[in-house]
């Protein structure tokens, strides 16, 4: 039967080491010089946003150029369309569109915002199905060497 005295130094141990053990139990209250770093980067990045140029709103789909000989795109009925070529020069897309249209091509283009910048995505279609889309898809990269892909209905104004 252990004594009084083992017992109370046993007590104490215990004691100390939950005194030891509360010391790491909880977190120091942040101070507010730490958080300089943080409010310097906030302060930044809200001055970025104020000087950064604000990105004019996409323009609706350009089809003017070839609109005499392709429809716009609003008065088709198909769902799928086929994206050729999507580029940065106007005249260099209309160049693919003509030639493309002079191929027996249904082709038309239209200019789009990406990340602040212009592009002219050259597209072929309507296609009321995908087989057809993917056909003529794979005949424009077959015969003239585009590599095209499918653009399904919810892509096809985007």
Do not use: W
């Amino acid at each position: 039967m252990p004594n009084t005295m083992d017992i109370l130094l046993s007590m104490k141990k215990k004691i100390a080491k939950n005194e030891e053990k509360k010391k790491y139990d909880y977190v120091l209250p942040i101070r507010e010089e730490e958080l300089s770093f943080y409010n310097q980067l906030i302060d930044k990045k809200d001055m970025a946003k104020k000087s950064a140029p604000v990105a004019p709103p996409p323009k609706e789909p350009d089809i003017s150029p070839v609109q005499e000989t392709v429809e716009p795109v609003n008065n088709h009925t198909g769902d799928y369309s086929i994206q050729v070529a999507a580029l940065n020069d106007e005249g260099e897309t209309e160049k693919i569109v003509k030639k493309l249209i002079k191929l027996g091509y249904q082709a038309y283009y239209y200019q789009t915002m990406v990340k602040g910048k212009v592009y002219y995505r050259v597209r072929c279609g309507p296609f009321s199905n995908k087989e057809e889309a993917k056909s003529y898809a794979n005949k424009l990269a077959e015969i003239e060497g585009f590599k095209p892909f499918v653009v399904y209905p919810t892509n096809n104004n985007q």
